[in-house]
């Protein structure tokens, strides 16, 4: 009887683990995590390799710094914490520029959408005004 109950109870745990599994959330979850995982690389390489050197070069130059990762006093290495501070501000204001231009198309596609649907068909507006009017004459 020991068996048969474990048996069941391994099945009845399978059974929900796949229930749990086949979840649209669970799969919308993991979707987004392999894409974000890619976006992340190319936010990654979008900064390291264009925004950073086209920001911060002419700044190096001005400072006569070659590498600003090899900065440091006495061993203490502050080119590499200001190299992770400013690769951090950049990415938060690329990223806050790609959300701010994705708003303003969701908010033009809806200002579009609302203003379909404001515009009746001149057909339609003939018809009400007829009847506007018939309601007019009828009413005196």
């Not at 920001?55 to 400072?63: D, E, H, I, M, V």
Request: charged share 20%; aromatic share 8%; glycine share 6%.
């Amino acid at each position: 009887m020991g068996l048969q109950n474990s048996r069941r109870a391994a099945g009845g745990f399978m059974k929900d683990f796949q229930t749990f599994i086949l979840q649209g959330n669970v799969i919308d979850l993991a979707v987004a995590v392999i894409i974000g995982g890619a976006f992340g690389k190319i936010i990654t390489s979008l900064i390291e390799d264009i925004i950073t050197p086209l920001l911060l070069n002419p700044a190096l130059k001005a400072a006569n710094v070659e590498d600003l990762a090899k900065l440091q006093i006495n061993g203490i290495k502050y080119g590499v914490f200001l190299a992770s501070v400013i690769n951090f501000l950049v990415i938060a204001f690329v990223i806050f520029m790609i959300i701010r231009s994705f708003e303003a198309m969701k908010r033009k596609k809806v200002h579009e959408e609302a203003a379909a649907e404001v515009k009746p068909d001149p057909q339609e507006r003939l018809t009400l005004a007829v009847e506007r009017l018939a309601e007019v004459m009828e009413s005196k």
